[in-house]
């Protein structure tokens, strides 16, 4: 049984630092490409970062490159994003997903396994 969890998120101020954790279970993570993905209120899903699960390789939106850090513990079997300077438009819901194989496209089409989410808001 392939899943996926989401925990970290929660309300910060701009300027802000959150570590979101997906914790994946019922497969092995290295052999997987994960990525982090979010979804703000009447927008579309959007890729956030992605990682390799067996050399690491990882892509990164331009939209939060050098505030943002994806990073992975295969003895844990977990996946992390690292949010620095978090900024209002950064608010949404962010998810993670798995695909089999090497990091391909960083797109919510090209990975069939997600999890449940965790809200992330960034406000004053």
């Known amino acids: 049984q392939l899943q996926l969890v989401e925990s970290g998120g929660g309300l910060v101020q701009p300027g802000g630092s959150l570590r979101l954790s997906c914790a994946a279970s019922?497969?092995?993570?290295?052999?997987?490409?994960i990525g982090w993905f979010r979804q703000a209120p009447g927008k579309e899903r959007e890729g956030v970062s992605c990682?390799?699960?067996?050399?690491?390789?990882?892509y990164t939106a331009d939209s939060v490159k050098g505030r943002f850090t994806i990073s992975r513990d295969n003895a844990k079997n977990t996946v992390y994003l690292q949010m620095n300077s978090l900024k209002p438009e950064d608010t949404a819901v962010y998810y993670c997903?798995?695909?089999?194989?090497?990091?391909?496209?960083?797109?919510?089409?090209?990975?069939?396994?997600w999890g449940q989410g965790t809200q992330v808001t960034v406000s004053s």
């Open positions: 997903a798995a695909v089999f194989g090497l990091l391909r496209l960083c797109v919510p089409r090209m990975y069939p396994y």
């Open positions: 019922g497969f092995t993570l290295d052999y997987y490409a």
């Open positions: 990682i390799s699960g067996k050399d690491g390789s990882t």
